[in-house]
């Protein structure tokens, strides 16, 4: 079963632009979640986590589990911020497995 | 430089050959991953290990074979049942946190 969902593919907005990239999970638990980017040519690596409520790149993504979603958001994209994103879940356990979506295409034009 | 290393970065191979791509990390992590990423699919888990000695299937594990006998190695053999292996490998490993730590993948074309 699907346990995130990204509904975009692909999102393009342009520079100085707010910019959110949604996340939806199905898992009944007290899932993790987390945010993993990848740029161009570089390995995918991590972008923030819900439990440190932290602000990296200026992006923030809170846990809202009664829509059990966890969207990305930033108020003003830059250039550098176009990438593949990937929300991902791994479940209490922390032997569980992690669960990704299928990315979204991020892009910012100038 | 620490982390996880994969090889080799590009390989072809001849239809009904098998070919194993090499993982290995310096991280002292258990648990250790590898995805297939498609364009449009996202990240597909193939096989996951947990500790030495062991692993389990992931969703696509068909065609697929992997092994770990030491903790630092988990390499991954693409099998020639694998009907499209033509695709990126990411071999990943778990630290502290739950953090997810990813090699640099391997490219893998079917000629």
């Known amino acids: 079963a699907q346990r995130v969902t990204q509904p975009e593919k692909l999102l393009s907005v342009f520079k100085g632009a707010p910019v959110e990239l949604k996340c939806n999970y199905s898992y009944s638990g007290s899932p993790e979640l987390f945010w993993y980017v990848q740029y161009s040519r570089q390995r995918l690596q991590l972008l923030l986590r819900?439990?440190s409520r932290e602000s990296i790149k200026g992006f923030t993504a809170d846990l809202n589990k009664g829509e059990t979603s966890f969207h990305l958001k930033k108020p003003f994209a830059q250039e550098e911020d176009s990438a593949m994103y990937y929300c991902a879940l791994i479940r209490g356990s922390t032997l569980g497995r992690l669960y990704f979506g299928r990315g979204t295409q991020l892009t910012v034009w100038p | 430089d620490g982390g996880i290393t994969q090889s080799p970065k590009y390989l072809f191979r001849k239809e009904g050959q098998n070919v194993t791509l090499s993982c290995e990390q310096n991280?002292?992590?258990?648990?250790m991953y590898w995805y297939r990423q498609d364009p449009g699919q996202g990240l597909r888990l193939i096989y996951y290990?947990?500790?030495?000695?062991?692993?389990q299937k992931g969703d696509i594990a068909e065609g697929y074979s992997v092994s770990r006998e030491k903790k630092e190695s988990f390499p991954l053999t693409v099998t020639s049942a694998q009907k499209n292996p033509t695709a990126f490998y990411l071999c990943a490993s778990k630290g502290d946190r739950n953090t997810i730590y990813f090699g640099e993948g391997s490219w893998l074309t079917v000629v």
């Open positions: 819900h439990i």
């Open positions: 290990s947990q500790i030495v000695n062991d692993f």
């Open positions: 991280l002292n992590h258990d648990a």
